[in-house]
């Protein structure tokens, strides 16, 4: 009896700060092995990501016969804004002789959360955002940046946190996140605290988060406040892209970011706020790497034939 020939999936998940790709076989799924290469975001360089990414695909497909090949999906950070998604995938392609998908991180986290199937994703961590699938089609809500929206990330924390400071100041009071605000910024009073909050980077002012959470541990009330009140305005965006959706509506909510993952307030505070709206949703964590979506794409194209 001849044996069927083995066939190896390629995902990859090329985030901003780093890359990870990863080989699987599906009968029986198995990881067979996984690399980590510097930044993708081809919005803020693009060759060095395109560099970066073959590196880690060069890794990946030497130990495997082009035959073998199956199929080689690569989710990548700002690919929809830098809409470069066919250069990309011509470019892989050429490379490897293989079938080459190129679709935007995000969506790489909505089908490994989900498993291929319909539902929602929410992303909390330096910024924010929500997706929905359903019957092919994808929503959007929220995810409008660090100035405008960002909602329940950690950076609408840490600015939500410095913007009650400064309310309480301007009402002659001295709020109680004050003093350890100016002590992990290393400046003595508000109007400093404020210049070096928009001198810093995104990525800094992030980071303040990590104090709200701790004096949230230590049940600071101010600090309970900011976290609920950040993860409340999330939890809203969840409810309208669920409301978007046609009937019947699917149930499924992958959690995805670090805020979600180490926050129990914010998580928590999410979910019972979506319940309270819709109690039938049901919340799940992503556990694994999103390189492993492509162990699902087939759920994805296989719709769009029968559709």
Known sequence: MRRSKMTYLIGVDCGGTHIVGQTWTTAPEHLVQSVTGGPGNVVLDYSAAVTNLTTVLDQLTAAIPASHLGLILIGIAGIETAGRADQVQQTITQRYHANTQVISDAKLALLNGLAGADGTLVIAGTGSVVYGRQAGKFLR??????????????????????????????????????????????????????????AQDRQT?????????????????????????????????????????????????????SVLKHNRLVRDTLTTTVHQSIPTIAFNDITTNNAHAVIYWHRWTQEEINS
Do not use: C, M
């Open 141 to 198: 809500v929220g995810g409008w940046g660090y100035v405008l929206g960002d909602e329940g990330s950690a950076y609408d924390i840490s600015k939500r946190a410095l913007k009650l400071v400064l309310t309480q100041t301007d009402n002659g009071q001295t709020s109680q996140l004050t003093a350890p605000l100016l002590a992990q910024l290393k400046v003595t009073d508000v109007a400093a605290a404020v210049q070096k909050f928009y």
């Open 205 to 257: 002012n992030a980071q303040l988060a990590q104090l709200i959470a701790k004096l949230a541990e230590q049940q600071n009330s101010e600090a309970i406040t900011v976290l609920v009140t950040s993860a409340q305005a999330l939890a809203q965006q969840v409810v309208t892209l669920y409301q978007r959706f046609a009937e019947s509506r699917p149930q499924r909510v992958a959690l995805s970011g």
